[in-house]
């Protein structure tokens, strides 16, 4: 299995996203006007004039001047940036070219109409997503607004004009702006409108009748004051809290607005949000689930509201619980809420009445010191209908058939048995018989079972037979107990298997989050939880799955991906990493893609993208909610294994660094001790060739002059031999050798270094020849040697020993000096290793190739504590193979 390139800190890639999570967002600065006309593209521009007379650098992404010659004028000397050409149905339109905009990185970008409607295929569907674009890149923007198109406003505003509001911006995107209100008369407005100011005359004196009313015209202008006041207000409040001293601020209010399926929970989700920004309070938005399955067109209602809800700023909760009432109480007091907020009564008929007033009874009795806001909601942009019901059946037509032939063999027996059970005794038969059905068929079969039940046993059993007419009061009373309790039992049993079906979703569902935690927390390569994470998302979404992750210069998808993704679908993702949002399919960041792509999102950065082609039309909420933790579990893993990976990295740094160290500081006193000697020698030797000196001082400088040359010699042979090692170049050349010429091959080349100790052989007698390597096993024995002399005493003893025994050969040299701390017994043959006591000079390498030389050879060495003093290494080679026998001969 192989893996991409794994991220270069020094790529360009790494670089961008760096740059990405490290810039401040830009600033944003929005024209307010009550409505078009009032002047504030050319209050935009005026502003623009002013920044770039002061040196700003800035650029005009988009300005719509409709061709009045005094806006026109304001353009002038501005950097433009050209606009972008898109084709839609044969027609060519023209659109900010968002990608210039971001390449030529200017500290200001003018773009006109925030709520603007891009060209079907762009980027974004909406302007105002391009500018929280800019925004994120740390361009600051200067952009124009009418109140209308506010989205909290938006019911208010057809409530007022009667006209119904299609482009609409979040208010979470005004939360952190700079608001400058363009305030004009109505009077004045509709003078401008009526002058050709604002739209060509023939639109103008249809828009005169219809939305520029002065009436209209007031309460917009009203609508659009409070807005910036109510922006005012929180800035003062800030402010406030900055204060020293000003005291505690004491506002306490959380806001919860229950939301569903329903085409009223839209106008109840901007009032909510209006509500919350006049209190400056958070507010959530809840919906509670329930066994009742939603149908598309429901379904689809729901994602748009709690969509809706989330870009308006609220913490969106999904939650499950069969009584309505009781999820929405349990939030709110899991989450400190004060008020909650809920819909009133819009009832078409009794039943839907009963139904919205048990709500509202339950809530107001069982709220507590909860607040509750009822209000009129309205169905957004259509008229409210009739809400006519319907049947929907959830059960087939075969279990329909199971019933019917169930009954009809319960009134066969029923039929035989009736001369000894007598006419009561069968409606009991057919109520087991219901009771059984309810077990395995669903509510409609069960209830038909107990009304086809009931009416047979009526009408074949009751007297008098064959009529539907009941004489006997008791009869009567039991045919009407028979047929409530069918009908409610097969109720009851048929919701208890909703629930047991919802809550065995929801099992699933925490069970597959499990099952993901659990894989990926035993992964412990990048390549191991990109596997776990795809075989979970193809295992539990039954869809195909690619994880892209950064490679030196570019994002590249992952090999064991099942998904294969093409350039148009890579690029969607790589927008999704470096802007660290959803894209893709059900967002609306490049809706046109084919897959989902979510970024994979810790505190830090991001770290790849989860893509993801699902086969649904729609997603819901609970599947959406289980792929995002399935995401941030991945994320969070990927996080941990780079975290793991670059502590190591910094732990074989910092010990190469010690080992360098350890190396310098070794190899320079190395160095110097020889060549001093040698500097000193030849001085000398120089000297008393000058005044004519004896050959005996000439002998002893030349003898010094060898022995450090040796020494170098040494040095420079141990470095090359680790070298060596480490490469893994050491091939042993094995061939028959004789031990005791070995032995003695050894001791007579290191005769000088070792004529301050006693060295004494022990070679066992009649040993056989061995199959070694000459060369290395005398350097691994002049080390040991060496190693000995040095550490020991002048004047004692060393022995060497060589014993074959049970197919192995055994080399010990033992010595009777300090002896090895048993502590740094482990370490003995580390690199660079030298015991604290250790003599000065040595470069700590000898050990080690000792290990290395006889581990080449297939053998092993030890090192230990003599019992009456010293320390004695042991090397043991194996001796597999017998020696020819004209060898041995």
């Not at 593209?41 to 409709?66: C, P, S, W």
């Not at 007297?463 to 107990?481: A, Y």
């Not at 070694?772 to 020993?801: E, K, R, W, Y």
Request: net charge neutral; charged share 20%; proline share 5%.
């Amino acid at each position: 299995m192989t893996e991409p390139d794994r991220p270069n800190p020094d790529s360009l890639l790494a670089a961008i996203q760096s740059e990405v999570a490290r810039r401040q967002r830009g600033r944003l600065k929005v024209f307010l006007g009550m409505c078009p006309g009032v002047g504030k593209t050319f209050a935009m521009l005026e502003a623009a004039q002013r920044e770039f007379k002061n040196g700003r650098d800035l650029v005009i992404g988009y300005v719509e001047t409709h061709g009045r010659k005094e806006t026109d004028a304001l353009t002038n000397g501005l950097p433009l940036i050209p606009r972008k050409i898109s084709e839609h149905r044969d027609l060519a339109l023209m659109e900010m070219d968002l990608d210039a905009v971001l390449a030529r990185h200017p500290q200001l970008a003018l773009v006109d109409e925030l709520a603007h409607t891009n060209v079907p295929g762009s980027r974004h569907p909406k302007r105002w997503q391009d500018v929280n674009e800019l925004l994120d890149a740390g361009i600051d923007v200067f952009t124009t607004l009418n109140v209308q198109h506010l989205e909290s406003r938006a019911d208010t505003v057809r409530q007022i004009t009667g006209t119904e509001i299609r482009e609409t911006v979040p208010d979470s995107l005004l939360d952190d702006a700079e608001l400058e209100l363009i305030d004009l008369p109505p009077a004045e407005l509709v003078e401008r409108l009526q002058q050709g100011k604002v739209y060509v005359p023939e639109r103008a004196a249809l828009a005169a009748k219809n939305f520029f009313r002065e009436a209209n015209l007031t309460a917009l202008r009203e609508l659009s004051l409070r807005l910036v006041a109510d922006h005012v207000g929180v800035d003062t409040q800030e402010f406030h809290r900055a204060q020293a001293g000003a005291g505690a601020w004491k506002t306490g209010h959380r806001l919860l607005v229950a939301v569903s399926a329903s085409p009223f929970s839209e106008s109840l989700i901007r009032w909510t949000r209006r509500m919350a920004d006049s209190l400056q309070c958070p507010w959530l938005a809840v919906h509670v689930e329930n066994s009742r399955p939603l149908d598309d067109a429901a379904q689809s209602r729901l994602e748009k509201n709690l969509a809706l809800a989330r870009s308006l700023g609220a913490e969106v909760i999904d939650t499950a619980d069969e009584n309505l009432a009781r999820g929405l109480l349990r939030i709110a007091r899991q989450n400190n809420i004060s008020q909650i907020i809920v819909g009133k009564p819009a009832a078409n008929n009794l039943l839907e009445w009963f139904r919205a007033g048990k709500l509202l009874r339950q809530l107001t009795r069982d709220s507590g010191d909860i607040d509750l806001q009822v209000v009129r909601a309205q169905k957004s942009g259509v008229p409210p209908q009739a809400n006519h019901w319907r049947w929907r059946p959830a059960s087939n037509w075969k279990q329909y058939a199971i019933a019917a032939g169930i009954l009809v063999a319960i009134g066969l027996l029923n039929a035989l048995l009736l001369p000894v059970t007598g006419p009561r005794v069968p409606g009991f038969i057919f109520l087991l018989a219901v009771v059984l059905l309810a077990l395995f068929l669903g509510r409609g079969p069960v209830l038909f079972a107990g009304a086809a039940s009931a009416l047979a046993w009526d009408y074949f059993f009751l007297p008098p037979r064959f009529t539907f007419i009941i004489h006997s009061t008791e009869d009567g009373i039991l045919f009407g107990l028979y047929f409530v309790v069918a009908s409610v039992l097969g109720q009851l049993v048929a919701r208890i298997r909703a629930q047991e079906l919802a809550e065995r979703q929801r099992e699933e569902r925490a069970t597959a989050l499990y099952q993901l935690t659990r894989e990926l927390a035993q992964a412990g390569t990048r390549d191991e939880v990109v596997w776990q994470l795809i075989a979970e998302v193809n295992r539990v979404f039954h869809a195909n799955t690619a994880v892209v992750l950064p490679g030196k210069n570019l994002l590249a998808a992952h090999p064991d991906s099942s998904l294969a993704l093409t350039e148009k679908e890579l690029g969607v993702a790589e927008w999704a990493f470096l802007n660290r949002q959803a894209a893709g399919k059900f967002t609306d960041n490049l809706p046109g893609a084919e897959a989902l792509h979510l970024p994979l999102m810790t505190e830090r950065a991001a770290v790849g993208v989860l893509s993801v082609l699902l086969p649904e039309k729609t997603l819901p909420l609970a599947r959406r909610d289980l792929l995002e933790a399935y995401a941030r579990q991945a994320a969070l893993v990927l996080d941990r294994v780079a975290l793991r990976a670059a502590g190591e990295q910094s732990k074989l740094v910092a010990e190469s660094e010690r080992l360098s160290n350890a190396l310098l500081n070794s190899i320079s006193h190395e160095l110097r001790t020889p060549l001093a000697a040698i500097t000193s020698a030849t001085s000398s030797l120089a000297e008393m060739k000058n005044s004519g000196g004896d050959n005996d001082f000439e002998n002893k400088m030349v003898a010094e002059i060898q022995e450090a040359s040796a020494r170098l010699n040494r040095l420079v042979g141990n470095l090359l031999d680790v070298t060596r090692l480490d490469s893994g170049h050491v091939r042993p050349k094995l061939d028959w050798c004789d031990v005791g010429d070995l032995v003695q091959t050894t001791v007579g080349a290191l005769k000088r270094e070792l004529s301050g100790h006693e060295i004494k052989t022990e070679v066992e007698k009649n040993l056989p020849l061995a199959r070694l390597d000459f060369t290395l096993m005398q350097q691994a024995l002049s080390n040991l040697l060496l190693n000995a002399a040095v550490h020991t005493p002048v004047g004692t003893p060393i022995l060497l020993q060589v014993r074959h025994e049970n197919g192995q050969l055994f080399f010990s040299v033992a010595d009777n000096g300090p002896g090895l701390p048993p502590e740094l017994l482990p370490r003995i043959f580390d690199k660079f290793f030298r015991a604290p006591s250790a003599p000065a000079g040595g470069s700590g390498l000898g050990l080690a190739i000792v290990k290395g030389f006889v581990e080449a050879h297939g053998g092993q060495i030890s090192a230990a504590n003599r019992p009456g003093g010293g320390a004695i290494f042991t090397i043991i080679i194996p001796q597999t193979e017998k020696p020819p026998a004209e060898i041995s001969a």
